[in-house]
């Protein structure tokens, strides 16, 4: 089992790709890998609570880690604790951190 | 290291470069003696298209002798080692079939991902 | 006391362009922090990042001064991460592709910046415990 860690830096209201970086996730968490989206830069317009499904919480269900920059909350005036369900707010470190732990590491 | 790079922007500068940048790197790392395999996703599936042409771009008195040949320049990736992977989705929501494109290029499902992502130390996406 | 890294970054987009080249400098300085070894290669619009002739300006809008405005000049954060790092045992390695160097004009980068070329790209990714591309969009 190997450890992905795919950052999501796209706009969910705006690229369709996001989608793609979805069913990425699922299909490796399915495949038994550990799986993390770690959303941060205009991605986490997606995360805030009542925000249009971004499918992040379905993504949780399905065995994802799904985590949000921090920063990049505050930057965007997004409550850390009205995110959508399943999504966690997170330093920037866990990405050097997962980095170090030799995670495969994809920016989207 | 064996080295997964997944070409996704197409189209970006290509005109200024005369190359798509990550194609001719992914040449350039090639030569360098990377075990590099590359898969085309997104709007980039359609750099296999065979039938391309951007040439006789003129500013005033300039014009481009170099213009880009990026199907040339994907058709010649797996004869310098590595596998060229084109996503089948994706070309089938650009409408492309098979015999569209440049010879030489092997077939990858969604569902193929993880075992090609597994089969490679790192995948970088581009 | 936790084992220092050699993590490889590749970075595409030129500055005060993208969200990108923040998260990217973000990342850099949490390894310079730890020490890492980092490394840089910069590609395409990313090697003006540390271009030495970058200019702070006043911001008329707000009423401040250039010393007022203090504007953030991605050559001086580059210099900083590198001194950062140095400060905690680590080092910063930055490498700017040289054709995309020569097409850009900007082959004046401060100290501690060097030119180089793919090849480049692949020993520091060879020697590295891992690399994180950021690719432009």
Redesign the interface.
């Known amino acids: 089992m190997?450890s992905?860690l795919l950052?999501e830096?796209r706009d969910p209201f705006e690229s369709a790709?996001v989608a793609?970086c979805h069913?990425?996730a699922r299909?490796?968490a399915?495949?038994g890998?550990r799986v993390t989206v770690f959303v941060?830069?205009?991605g986490v317009l997606g995360v805030r609570a009542g925000a249009r499904s971004s499918g992040y919480a379905e993504l949780a269900q399905a065995g994802v880690e799904v985590l949000a920059?921090d920063?990049s909350l505050r930057e965007r005036g997004i409550a850390a604790d009205k995110l959508q369900p399943g999504v966690t707010p997170s330093p920037?470190?866990l990405?050097?951190d997962r980095?170090?732990e030799?995670?495969?590491?994809?920016?989207? | 290291m064996k080295v997964l790079n997944i070409i996704e922007s197409a189209y970006r500068a290509t005109t200024e470069e005369q190359d798509d940048t990550i194609v001719w790197l992914s040449h350039t790392l090639k030569a360098a003696g990377a075990d590099l395999g590359v898969l085309l996703r997104g709007n980039a599936v359609n750099y296999a298209v065979r039938g391309q042409d951007a040439a006789g771009l003129a500013f005033g008195a300039w014009r481009q002798t170099q213009p880009p040949r990026l199907a040339n320049d994907i058709a010649a990736l797996p004869t310098k080692g590595g596998p060229v992977y084109v996503l089948s989705e994706d070309l089938a929501e650009r409408g492309l079939e098979a015999g569209d494109l440049v010879p030489g290029l092997e077939r990858v499902a969604r569902d193929g991902l993880p075992g090609l992502f597994a089969a490679h130390d790192q995948v970088w996406h581009w | 006391m936790a084992e220092k890294k050699t993590l490889t970054f590749a970075l595409m987009d030129a500055p005060y362009e993208s969200g990108r080249t923040t998260t990217a400098l973000r990342l850099i300085d949490i390894a310079a922090r730890r020490g890492y070894a980092v490394n840089v290669f910069a590609y395409e619009g990313a090697v003006l990042l540390p271009f030495s002739r970058q200019q702070p300006h006043p911001n008329a809008v707000h009423g401040r001064d250039v010393a007022e405005e203090n504007h953030l000049l991605t050559k001086e954060v580059v210099a900083a991460l590198i001194v950062e790092a140095a400060r905690n045992g680590g080092k910063l390695d930055w490498v700017n592709c040289g054709l995309c160097v020569d097409e850009r004009g900007a082959g004046e980068a401060i100290d501690g910046v060097r030119r180089g070329a793919p090849a480049d790209f692949w020993k520091m990714a060879e020697a590295s415990d891992n690399t994180l591309v950021i690719g432009t969009r």
């Open positions: 190997a992905y950052i830096s790709d793609f069913d990425l299909r490796l399915v495949a890998n941060v830069q205009n920059d920063f920037l470190d990405v050097i980095l170090a030799g995670a495969k590491a994809i920016w989207h």
